[in-house]
Nanobody, 122 residues
Framework: QVQLVESGGGLVQAGGSLRLSCVSS????????LGWFRQAPGKEREFVAA????????KYADSVKGRFTISRDNAKNTVYLQMNSLKPEDTAVYYC???????????????WGQGTQVTVSS
């Protein structure tokens, strides 16, 4: 069983930055891809970004391309989401999850974290 714990959320003004972290414990994440999703109030959860085990393959939602960067440190069992130029529409609960491959398909992910709130004020 893999446990994922997100952190780093908070309140930031539009144009600001935050870095989210997701630390895993339990079973090894070896060969696993990791992804970030988000869910805004009243909306469905949506894909944000994903990264392969070795970090060589990354995928981003069009809405965050050029602003967000996903990375991982396998020695620390941690995946990061650097979020720059934040907008009010980025406000959501952000979740990390594990998958066998880099994909935007939510159904391919398991071992979800509990989420961390990101609020961007205008």
């Amino acid at each position: 069983q893999v446990q994922l714990v997100e952190s780093g959320g908070g309140l930031v003004q539009a144009g600001g930055s935050l870095r989210l972290s997701c630390v895993s414990s339990g079973r090894s994440l070896m060969l696993s891809a990791l992804g970030w999703f988000r869910q805004a109030p009243g909306k469905e959860r949506e894909f944000v970004a994903a990264i392969s085990w070795g970090g060589g393959t990354k995928k981003y939602a069009d809405s965050v391309k050029g602003r967000f960067t996903i990375s991982r440190d396998n020695a620390k069992n941690t995946v990061y989401l650097q979020m720059n130029s934040l907008k009010p529409e980025d406000t959501a609960v952000y979740y990390c999850a594990r998958s066998a491959s880099v994909t935007a398909d939510e159904s391919e992910y398991n071992s979800w974290g509990q989420g961390t709130q990101v609020t961007v004020s205008s």
